[in-house]
């Protein structure tokens, strides 16, 4: 069990551009979360998968995010056409009905 | 519709006590609580299911009132690897939502 890997770390991008996030869940655990983190505030729910079904997004997710987690094992997080305030750390966490367990993040700086 | 947390920070020296609530205008399924220090994820402390248990983890207990759709997570005799932000998360609605909205923290200084 290496934990919840999140790849890149680290993100710089010109505002307009396309970006990608990827997520790897501890493997026994079916419940895959992506949540937003801004400094001083708490995680904000952005996702969650169960196994590869995406069953709830949230009403604030404009149409530019999108998810998905083929055959239910990690997952990819898009932002189309970035603006400076998707800048904030992406965290993703895994879990099996019961506490989560949280990446390390990509934080994401849109200049 | 996001729980909050109070107080916002507590500054504290090693030894002391600490309490830290949270409520919700909603009905609380389950009540999750993390600790994140500064540049890290959140880590997992303890998750209160609704019933009014209490539970504890070494030094750091919760209890979860269900009538008030309250936590409230206390830390004794602190100690400095205590500090960081911790964040309850609060899982709503009768059956549980699966997902967690989480408060603004509280931040937690333990000075020596």
């Known amino acids: 069990d290496t934990g919840v890997s999140q790849d890149p770390r680290h993100k710089i991008t010109k505002r307009g551009q396309n970006v990608t996030f990827r997520c790897d869940p501890i493997s026994e655990h079916n419940r895959l979360y992506w949540y937003r983190q801004t400094l001083g505030q708490g995680p904000e729910f952005l996702t969650y998968f169960q196994n590869e079904a995406q069953l709830e997004k949230s009403r604030l997710l404009s149409d530019r995010f999108s998810a998905e987690r083929p055959k239910g094992s990690f997952s990819t997080l898009e932002i189309q056409r970035t603006e400076q305030g998707d800048s904030a750390m992406y965290l993703c966490?895994?879990?099996?009905?019961?506490?989560?367990?949280f990446g390390s993040g990509t934080r994401l700086t849109v200049v | 519709q996001q729980p909050v947390q109070s107080p916002q920070a507590v500054i504290l020296r090693e030894g002391e006590d600490a309490v830290i609530n949270c409520s919700s205008s909603?009905?609380?399924?389950?009540v999750h609580w993390y600790r994140q220090k500064h540049g890290e994820a959140p880590v997992f402390l303890m998750i209160l299911l609704k019933g009014g248990e209490q539970k504890g983890h070494e030094k750091i207990s919760a209890s979860f009132n269900e009538k008030k759709q309250q936590s409230s997570l206390y830390l004794t005799a602190s100690q400095l690897s205590y500090s960081g932000t911790y964040f309850c998360?609060?899982?709503?609605?009768?059956?549980?939502?699966?997902?967690?909205?989480f408060g603004q923290g509280t931040r937690l200084t333990i000075n020596p």
């Open positions: 909603k009905a609380l399924y389950s």
């Open positions: 966490a895994s879990s099996w009905a019961g506490g989560y367990t």
């Open positions: 998360g609060t899982e709503l609605g009768i059956q549980g939502a699966q997902k967690l909205v």
